[in-house]
């Protein structure tokens, strides 16, 4: 039987301990309900819920909604009680997660220390690669003799057209303006060879394990000094007046390999983005490590809180099913 008792609820104990708990309060009422459900047998109708305004007001407003509250739930009284005890095994089993971190982490073998073994490991990889680098052999070089780079010519059509000759090779570049006019264009139009056989700029005497990499080394440094020719042209700057075919392919101080015609080296360049990644990951591990040796700590160091907590947690749930205990 489920009476909406609580306007006959006495109120006047209500309060005055703060700390009373909740069950309390349903024993009261329960003890109405079976007042009333005597009252009820005797006079063989059951008397009207009573709302009375002057029993109401004397309820302290958070009291109410309890009340009103336990009045709500009374039909699913058991599957309240059922929730409760989930939600108190899901705590206890948060809780216990927390124990057995906290316990593993006070222990010399736990997965923190594996995974910053693992991150060690990893670190060690990098340093021999970063050291790998560095001790890297000489690149192959192959000296070019100082053919001068004569007749150079700029042309300007739809788009800007540079020639020279290196040893009667001619050679030449244009630009494409496809899809983009100069003056408004949106992206750099497209510069490339159109004319000249690289292998003819490959002296004969070159040892024959180094003809391709200079082939290949000469390829990008002609369109090197193709477009430097282009960008004179367009600053209204000089052409160079003395450039050889060894300004195409001189030594590299860094690492004794080809630099191209504005000195600038591949294999170094390569390098350094090589080293530079290398380091970003360096960095990222070194960061990884520091977080699991933090967490290993922050976790060993709330194990005492965590089982606080669960002392807290079992006599919270203790009282409580007392308290189902006592009602029934
Ligand atoms: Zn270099």
């Keep these: 039987m489920c009476i909406d008792g609580y306007g006959k609820l ?27 459900s005597s009252a009820t047998e005797k006079t063989g109708t059951p008397k009207p819920p009573v709302r009375s305004a002057e029993a109401t007001p004397t309820l302290p407003p958070h009291m ?32 216990q997660y927390d124990i057995e971190q906290g316990y593993l982490a006070t222990k010399p073998e736990n997965p923190w220390t594996h995974r910053i073994e693992l991150l060690t490991e990893a670190l060690g990889t990098i340093e021999d690669d970063l050291k790998a680098e560095s001790e890297a052999p000489p690149a192959s070089f ?35 303006l496809d899809w983009a006019e100069r003056g408004h264009r949106v992206s750099q139009p497209e510069f490339r060879a159109t004319v000249g056989d690289i292998e003819n700029l490959v002296p004969a ?34 052409m160079p007046t003395s450039a050889t075919l060894a300004d195409l392919a001189g ?21 350094k983005a090589r080293e530079q990644s290398l380091r970003l990951e360096q960095t990222r591990l070194l960061r990884e490590r520091a977080n699991e040796s933090e967490e290993r700590h922050r976790r060993a160091e709330r194990l005492p809180i965590a089982r606080r907590r669960m002392a807290d947690l079992e006599a919270e749930i203790a009282a409580f099913e007392r308290s189902l205990r006592e009602e029934t």
Aim: hydrophobic letters at 30%; proline letters at 7%; one cysteine or more.
């Design 205 to 238: 005497e070159t040892p024959p394990q180094l003809r391709e990499p200079l082939k290949q080394h000469l390829t990008d440094s002609l369109a090197v000094f193709a477009t430097d020719l282009r960008d004179r042209a367009l600053d209204k700057e000089p």
């Design 10 to 36: 006495d109120t006047s104990n209500v309060g005055k301990d703060a700390s009373m708990p909740w069950f309390n309060i349903r024993k009261q009422n329960k003890e109405k309900e079976s007042q009333e």
């Design 142 to 176: 192959y000296p070019l003799p100082p053919t001068p780079i004569s007749d150079i010519t700029i042309e300007r059509g739809r788009g800007i057209a540079v020639s020279f000759t290196i040893d009667d090779h001619r050679f030449a570049f244009a630009e494409t």
């Design 251 to 271: 030594l590299c101080k860094v690492c004794g390999g080809w630099a191209d015609w504005r000195g600038r080296c591949d294999a170094c360049t390569n390098r």
């Design 64 to 95: 109410q909604r309890l009340v009103g509250e336990r009045s709500k739930a009374c039909p699913q009284r058991h599957a309240s009680v059922e929730e409760r005890r989930a939600a108190y095994d899901r705590k206890r089993l948060a809780i």
